[in-house]
């Protein structure tokens, strides 16, 4: 079955950078693109981006264009995203999700991760 | 603040039914499909589930209790023969094509009283 396993929880300080990692397995991983997401505490989803595997590049929303690098690895089925110049308000719950639809930006995510906490905090 | 828009709360006994709104715009639901996810918040490490997608379809798996609809910048989630299990957040969500990316509602959460 399909399964979307991420790294564990983070804590970092403010002015500091993460990387969540997403493991993918159960399907070809280049045919689909990861999406990350994140929620913080008391607030609804918040898309972040999204990457193709199978060519690497990625689209990133407005909000965190120079800031955000999404990456992955296919030859352990991999997908990454770094964070840079972490705030407080970036304390949230982080997902990869894959999109529903083969080679499709613009589909909904049909499989998510469990999510990785990355706390912000001095 | 999300850019669609949806009830904070929603609640109803077993067996009723359940309708969560999700309103947006032009650039968004007016113009693309809407999808709802479902998450059980209360269980903690739980991932969101994929519940309709495209407005009205079911993913393999969901039960037809559950019905999306959409109409011009706003649409729906109905929620039939509601059942204990069903308490969850609920989340709406469209391609905004002004912001070139997803957005998503801020999400109801679902009482089974």
């Known amino acids: 079955q399909v399964l979307l396993v991420q790294s564990g929880p983070e804590v970092k300080k403010p002015g500091a950078s993460v990387q969540v990692s997403c493991k993918a397995s159960?399907?070809?991983?280049?045919?689909?693109?990861i999406h990350w997401v994140r929620q913080a505490p008391g607030q609804g989803p918040e898309w972040m981006g999204c990457?193709?595997?199978?060519?690497?590049?990625?689209s990133y929303a407005q909000k965190f264009r120079g800031r955000v690098t999404m990456t992955r690895d296919t030859s352990i089925n991999t997908a990454y995203m770094e964070l840079r110049s972490l705030q407080s308000d970036d304390t949230a719950t982080y997902y990869c999700?894959?999109?529903?639809?083969?080679?499709?930006?613009?589909?909904?995510?049909?499989?998510w991760g469990r999510g990785t906490l990355v706390t912000v905090s001095s | 603040q999300s850019v669609l828009t949806q009830p904070y709360s929603a609640s109803g006994a077993p067996g009723q039914r359940v309708t969560i709104s999700c309103s947006g715009s032009n650039s968004n639901i007016g113009s693309n499909p809407v999808s709802w996810y479902q998450h059980l918040h209360h269980l903690p490490g739980t991932a969101p589930k994929l519940l309709i997608y495209s407005n009205n379809q079911r993913p393999s798996g969901v039960p037809d209790r559950f019905s999306g609809s959409k109409s011009g910048t706003s649409a729906s989630l109905a929620i039939s023969g509601l059942q204990a299990e069903d308490e969850a957040d609920y989340n709406c969500a469209a391609w905004d094509d002004s912001l070139n990316g997803w957005v998503f509602g801020g999400g109801t959460k679902v009482s089974v009283l």
């Open positions: 990457v193709l595997p199978n060519r690497g590049g990625a």
């Open positions: 999700a894959r999109g529903f639809f083969e080679r499709v930006a613009r589909s909904p995510f049909d499989y």
């Open positions: 159960g399907y070809t991983f280049t045919d689909y693109y």
